[in-house]
């Protein structure tokens, strides 16, 4: 559908002073090529300034008539197809501005050909005219706007030409083409061909087909020069509509339209292969075709004339590149260019197609004419059309389709854009006599229109107005026998501006009438808008700050219509407003009516209002905009009132109006958030008696069994702490926490439960955690500013928050994260002998009563500890924590060990030990305990060494008893000690003979005696197995 609207794109006109009748034109950057009608062999160029006003910059002579002409910006030069005898001829025209400066010398060389040295130097100041032979006549032509290479159309092929810069010394850079590749399209005669990025597009009189080159790797396996055709394997599948044709030669048969898209569109039947041309090096590029569209129109789809007047024309590709990406007009940036998307365009008489065929391919528009058309350019805000009586114009879904390549964030809550599939419109269909040829660059459009005798004896009748603009240049005319019948006009489209703010004058005719043509009108303002800011940056600072403003502009215009109108894209209205910067007060004013107390609100107002206030926002309403809000949640959405309240913005709140809401709400939808809610305000109204009468009123609420734990959907059945009220913090996390400048700042509820109730604080932190709203590091940072008049760098809160977030934790790395934070806090309190401030939520009993990470404290550790000094049960507590984590399963001791060394006395001594046992040096660890606690040493065997390790009490520890005991003396009880301990293991494991040899010869056999006769006490070996015994005990006593 194509909507029609009498806006006003077109503003002034002038006539370019042409000597002589145009044949062709062409244009780009600044320049104006007008190549002369048959009978003169001439093209002029012309600069085009501010306005539209062209200045001569010089004419050069063709070998014939120009049949077709194209300009590059790449490259700044001009090629044409002429025509002399019955002979097409392709020549490249380049350094073609030196006329301006006088000159009027011409070079004439072959393509590739070698420059003579004679008159090298003298190329700066010359034209050069570059001829490309060719095996077949060239019918048209394509220059790539991004690398300047040249594509030629011939019979059956295409040939491409490479652009080169050829350096002949530091001062001097020359121009020059080499044919790289030709492209052989089996019965395919080319009417146009586009050429842009790699894509090719190419159309008969009714077939189009787009290729794409891509380009191999050059770890790609060597292809010869000649490729197989893609298109060929098809072939085999059904019969072609060539041999349909020719079993019934005596009729006519039109193939049915069809559309083949991406990889479908292979099936065409088309051939393509491709001729490597240029010489093979190193850096020789290898390519293979890619099918992106095919398309077959027939003859009687056309509503205007006879069949045969059914023919595609105005082929282009247009590309759209990174915003910002073209700011400058140097060489070097231009070929730098990065390409975000590419559409193609072609028309038949009645109707344009405009695809999108860069990352993906499809059909984006489609344009039906009022009238049979002539001709057709594209750009990125407008499809400008010209019929037999008119020029129109048409808008475009370029910007919304490249808008979509660029951001990954459009169509979100975040960002917005209207649709791709948004009807087309109209803006104007402005008068001509006879418009011909059109084309476009910037913000000027080339027209040229030839009248016909009638339509010249016709003028000189009253004429029709043409343009609402100033005319310029053009004379009165009354004789129209001296009249040619012919102009040449640059009309100047009006600054993006002030059409936007035309589109948005005429949308308010629409507010109260029809609320579709108001958001489309809107939407059209928008994307012309986005269009211009994502453009060629060739704008002055205050030239884009307008456009930055009127596009602000628009979003908010365009998320009043979605708050204010009954859409089904109500939820728009968050995004646009969202884009258009505007504050929460300021869409208030927008859309509440002051007084109003009847007014309605739409879901699209509610929808941004409720998301808005949700998020963490800095702004913070006034007194009377936070009460405009309850009452607005209080008529149209009271559920959603609780979470409201606890918003950043809503700090200004009645507190006792809002509690008057709540109540209202309670009746109707009891909750935990909402009792929750009530108690907060209480707090800020500083009644103490409410806020308890709400805490304690819950739980006779929840014991009746009436209220529903989970808000929000929550499920916290692994939350061992978890309890009602924390559930409900989970349910709304801003009653603990709110952000300010990105940093998490404690609520006043968060403040009184820390001295009043510090466990459920902790509980409804670790609920938090687990439902994934709050991570560790935004609760050091909660906890740590909730306790800043804490002493210690770790409070003792946080501290608790972790212990209890162990008993749940259930993710690998998070544990490991826990648990060397705690060890690092119990480790430097006890090396600074420092008490935790207050005192801790759960003792070690506790912890290791709930966590399976905490583990019973092994005997030896309690014998070292008993042995320790005094000063270590100043830090019992941490101590046993300690210990109880590395008597546990879940540490992992090489990441914890630099946090332990820092350990002082016998905590040191049992935390060393128990680490050499968890990484398996349980040797190292008996020596340990030797040299520093050698009465633990048994006690420590007994538990770590059993099994097949139980060889360790008569291989290593009885030895080494029997030799620190000798050295001592009798002055070391302990070891004493640990040696009768150690001789009454070895007396039950051994038998009489080994346990014999075993014993120092120089030991009390007072002593020794009790060992020895509890020994022999055992019942004797069988017959027989003394030697297998011997034999086994020597082996491990050696």
Sequence with gaps: MVRLYNLHPFGSQRVVPCGQEPGRFCCGRDVLFVASAAGSCRVEAFAVREQGRCEPLGSFATLGPVRRMAYSRAGDYLVTIEEKGKASFLRAYVNWRCMSGGSSRVCVRMVGHKMEESYRETLKEQMSIVEMPLSDPPLCISCCPVSGDLLVGCKNKLVMFCLKYVVINQNLTVLDFERSLILHIGNLIPAEVAFCAGRVAITTELDVLILKLVQQHAAGTERCAREEPLGAGVRDEGPSAHALQLELDEFIVCQKPVELLGEESARCEIPVTLESTELPTEHTKRFHVRYLLFRCFTPDQSPFGFCEETKLHSLQLLPVYQTGSSGTAQEETENKRELLSLFCFFSLPHAGYLYSVGKSVELISTYQYSEKSEQAVLTPQFLHVITRESLQCFT????????????????????????VALDVCTLRMQLFIGPRAICHFKNHIILLTKADTEDITERSKPARRMLSGKTDSIKSRTNSESEPGWNLYIINTVSTIQLYREMVEYSRTYENVGTESCVHLLS????????????????????????LGAFRESCAFLGDCYSRFDTKDYHLALPYYRMSGLPVAEVLKRTVSEGDETQTYERGFMFYLTHSLNEDLNEELTKESANKVLQIFCLADPVQLPHILCSPCMRNVCPSAAVKCLQQVEKMMPSVVLTLTKASMALRMGDLMMYEHEMDSYKE???????????????????????????????????????????????????????????????????LHEDSKMHLEEADSFFKRLCRDSESAVPQLLVDFWEALLVVCSQEETLQQLLLRVISQYVWRISKRQLPETKPLKTTEDLINSCNHFGLIFPWVTCIMSAGSPSDKDC???????????????VDVAAVLPALEPLPGGAGLAVRVLSCSRRGQRGAAVEQLLRSCPRAAALYVQ??????????????????????????????????????ETLSVVAVELELRDFLSLLPEDGTAAFFLPHLLHCSQKQP????SEGRLGSNTSSVLQ
């Design 943 to 980: 538990h770590e060494l059993r099994g097949d390790r139980r060889t360790v009490w008569w291989n290593k520890l009885l030895p080494e008893l029997c030799k620190r005991t000798r050295l001592a003396g009798n002055d070391c009880p302990a070891l004493i000690s640990s040696l009768k």
């Design 524 to 547: 059209e303002a928008h994307l012309l808008v986005r269009a211009a800011l994502m453009g060629p940056r060739s704008l002055r600072p205050d030239q884009e700050a307008e456009l």
């Design 876 to 890: 019992h507590e941490d101590i046993s924590r300690l210990q109880s984590l590395l008597c546990g399963p879940s």
């Design 396 to 419: 475009v879904r370029c910007s919304a389709a490249a808008a979509r390549d660029e951001d990954p964030y459009i169509d979100t809550t975040v960002k917005a854009c209207p649709p």
């Design 701 to 767: 609420f929840s014991a009746s069994g009436s209220s529903d734990f989970a808000d929000g959907g929550l499920c916290l059945t692994r939350v061992c702490l978890q309890t009602a009220l924390a559930c409900g913090f989970a349910g709304q996390p801003r009653l603990l926490r709110q952000r300010r400048d990105g940093a998490v700042v404690p609520t006043q509820l968060a403040a009184h439960l820390k001295e009043t109730q510090p466990a459920l604080l902790v509980a409804a932190a670790v609920a």
């Design 1021 to 1024: 070996l069988p017959r027989g």
